[in-house]
Every structure is written in C-alpha cells, then in structure tokens.
C-alpha cells in the first residue's frame, strides 16, 4: 500500500514562521491544476505496481481550490492508479477559508463540507494554530480567533475525521493559555491533534524579527514545559501519543502519515513534493514557473538520490524513535546486518542508564523523559557513510 501527497503551492498570505513552497500570487493557478494532474499521470509508470491507500492534500492551502478542481485531481489519481475501496483523503484547510466558502455555497440543502464528502474527502486537517488572537497574529495567520471556533463549529456537524493543528512554544505564550488551547480543542470532541514547537527557520520573517529585537526569541525550556502539558493532558482525555508531534483517538491516526513513518512508498505530486519508493528518495523543483514548464514538457522535474544501507538504517531509527512502534532490533538485524544492530545496541546504553531509551519486547522506544529530545538522540543513534 501507498500513499500521494498532493503539494497545493498556493497562499494568501504567507505566515512569519513558515519556510514550506509556496507562493501568493495565484496567477499560476489554472496551470497548476492542470500539470498536477499531468504529474499524477506521468509518475504512474514509476510506481505502476502500487495500490493507493491515501491521498493527501497538503500546502501550502489546499483549501483554496475549489471542488471542481479537488475532483480534478481526485479523479485523475482514480483513473491512473489502482486505490482501495475506501482511502483516507485529507484535505488541509485553513478556517477562513472554510468559513468563507461555506458563506458562498451554502443552500437550504448543501454546504462546502457536504460537498468536499461527495467527492470522497474524508479527513479534515485544519490549521488552527491557536485559538488566542495574541497568538494568530504574532504568526500572520490569515484566520482570527472567532473563525476558528466557528469553522470547527460547523466542520464537526459534517465530519468525524477531524485533526487540528496546535502550536506551542510561541513567545509569550503561557502554560495557563497555552492549556486553554488544548482544552478549547478538546471541546469540540476532535479525535486528532498534531502540535508542533514553534521552530525558527533561517530566512523566515520570525528569523528577521528576533534578530532585530522585535520579537522574543523562542524559549526552549517554555517549549519543554508545554510539550510535556499537553502530552499529559491529551494523555487525560484518552488520546495515544502514536508519534512524536501527533495524537489520536483509537481507529483515528493519520494513515497518510503513518505510513511515512512506517517507511512505505509514498508518491509527492508538485513543486517540491517529495517521493520514495524504497530504495530512491526524490524530490520536485522549488519553483512553480520551472515545475509547470517541465511538466508541459512531459519532463518530471525531479532530483533522486539511491539511499545507501547507511541511509536506510539512519532514516528507520530516526522515524521509528519517533513513534510508539518504536525500532524493531529485529527489523535491524534482518534489513541491515548484525553489525547494525550491535551498534544500535551499544549507541543507545547511555541513554538507556539515563532513562531517555528503554528495550521492551525487542523494539527500542523512549521514555517519556526522552520524548522531547527524540530527534537529538536519534541523531546520536545514527552510522556514518565511510
């Protein structure tokens, strides 16, 4: 089973923290569209053999394209691919853009949300951020505070499926809001949340307004102490924390993402997407202009690398630490050799003796202790190319 992620590079805004692709001219759109559909069907000879399981809108906001072009692109994965009776589609969505298209179609009989249902959207990934209009604005966030209950007052009439996104970390941000976030979610009976640290990235506008004093900077310790509140309080409200940054309801986690995480074969469609088979990763152009011209062209515009058993062993520690499924040993030892896994084994013993990593059943999990510092050891964890 596989999975496509489908990159919207389209924003109205673009938010002070965010380093994705995307642009906010939408002049390119109609093109767009159009070669996201031809990609979808040049790649199927690559991965012909395939059964699609999900399908991914993610952006940049998806939510700007309107249901023919959603369907567009639906169908054209229907028609390229084999796809199992019933795929989990996701649609990421903005609450101002919901709100304002639900304004727009809304009859005595249909709304936006029971038409993103008649072309098979199932899921709902909605990025809230906060519900604090301090918070939204700090970020440049498109949306207010009201838009956002207001969306998931309405979304949750229509879908069950429903995650959204949280950001803690914020500078100013206190554990007393920051807990009041977490509990406004957990209002509207959502069965998925993914929340995030607030990450400083080189060349963002957050970058620019640090350094020039304009902003605090982010507080690593803060950020500590609201990862471990909302683990704890989501913990409370019957949520499993199945991966690092995300928590689900029984029978409700990402199946999408899961399978990143599990690595399985994914296929990423437009600028910037990324894709992997296996054995090969690669990746699509950062640039909507020389995406749409290659595509034209019947030219995937892709670079690909061959992950060397090193990579492979790398990439499967840094994921799986990551999850509650933890690193199989006994995955290690049969994909990658005895010496991998002598290695891991021996890596992992000073965090073991400091309660970050434990063994349990033959897979090598952290601790809750260790969970926030998860991408710090594994990199610890690692072999090196010689």
């Given at each position: 089973m596989s999975g496509i992620y489908i990159h919207i590079p389209f924003c109205k805004q673009a938010c002070h923290y965010c380093d994705f692709h995307f642009s906010t001219s939408l002049k390119k759109r109609d093109e767009m569209v159009v070669a996201l559909a031809k990609e979808i069907q040049l790649r199927k000879d690559e991965f012909e053999n395939i059964t699609i399981e999900t399908i991914y809108f993610g952006g940049g906001t998806p939510s700007l394209l309107t249901i023919k072009e959603l369907k567009f692109l639906?169908?054209?994965?229907?028609?390229?691919?084999?796809?199992?009776?019933?795929?989990?589609?996701?649609?990421?969505?903005?609450?101002?853009?919901?709100?304002?298209?639900?304004?727009?179609?809304?009859?005595?009989?249909?709304?936006?949300?029971?038409?993103?249902?008649?072309?098979?959207?199932?899921?709902?990934?909605?990025?809230?951020?906060?519900?604090?209009?301090?918070?939204?604005?700090?970020?440049?966030?498109?949306?207010?505070?009201?838009?956002?209950?207001?969306?998931?007052?309405?979304?949750?009439?229509?879908?069950?499926?429903?995650?959204?996104?949280?950001?803690?970390?914020?500078?100013?941000?206190?554990?007393?809001?920051?807990?009041?976030?977490?509990?406004?979610?957990?209002?509207?009976?959502?069965p998925h949340i993914s929340s995030y640290a607030l990450t400083v990235e080189p060349k963002t506008a957050l970058a620019?307004?640090?350094?020039?004093?304009?902003?605090?900077?982010?507080?690593?310790?803060?950020?500590?102490?609201?990862?471990?509140?909302?683990?704890?309080?989501?913990?409370?409200?019957?949520?499993?924390?199945?991966?690092?940054?995300?928590?689900?309801?029984?029978?409700?986690?990402?199946?999408?993402?899961?399978?990143?995480?599990q690595g399985k074969s994914y296929i990423g469609i437009g600028p910037s997407a990324h894709s992997f088979n296996g054995k090969e990763r690669g990746w699509n152009v950062r640039n909507n202009s020389k995406y749409i011209k290659a595509?034209?062209?019947?030219?995937?515009?892709?670079?690909?690398?061959?992950?060397?058993?090193?990579?492979?062993?790398?990439?499967?520690?840094?994921?799986?630490l990551r999850t509650i499924w933890g690193v199989s040993l006994h995955k290690v030892k049969k994909d990658f050799g005895t010496v991998f896994k002598d290695y891991l084994i021996e890596q992992s013993e000073v965090f073991i003796n400091q309660h970050l990593l434990y063994i349990d059943d033959e897979h090598l999990r952290v601790t809750k202790k260790g969970q926030f510092l998860c991408d710090g050891i594994a990199s610890d964890l690692f072999k090196i190319n010689l």
């Open positions: 639906i169908d054209t994965v229907y028609g390229s691919y084999e796809v199992v009776s019933t795929p989990e589609i996701t649609l990421e969505a903005n609450p101002d853009d919901l709100i304002k298209a639900e304004q727009s179609v809304q009859t005595e009989s249909k709304t936006i949300f029971e038409d993103y249902r008649s072309i098979g959207i199932n899921r709902l990934s909605i990025g809230i951020q906060s519900f604090f209009e301090e918070d939204l604005k700090l970020m440049n966030r498109a949306h207010n505070a009201e838009e956002a209950k207001v969306c998931l007052d309405v979304a949750t009439q229509y879908f069950d499926n429903i995650s959204v996104d949280l950001i803690y970390g914020i500078p100013g941000l206190s554990n007393n809001r920051w807990k009041q976030n977490i509990e406004i979610a957990l209002s509207y009976n959502i620019s307004f640090i350094k020039k004093g304009i902003i605090d900077n982010v507080d690593d310790d803060k950020a500590h102490e609201q990862f471990h509140l909302l683990v704890d309080t989501l913990d409370q409200n019957g949520f499993i924390h199945y991966e690092l940054s995300n928590f689900g309801k029984e029978d409700y986690f990402s199946k999408n993402n899961s399978a990143y995480w595509i034209q062209s019947e030219t995937l515009p892709i670079e690909t690398e061959t992950l060397t058993t090193t990579d492979q062993y790398n990439e499967y520690v840094m994921t799986g």
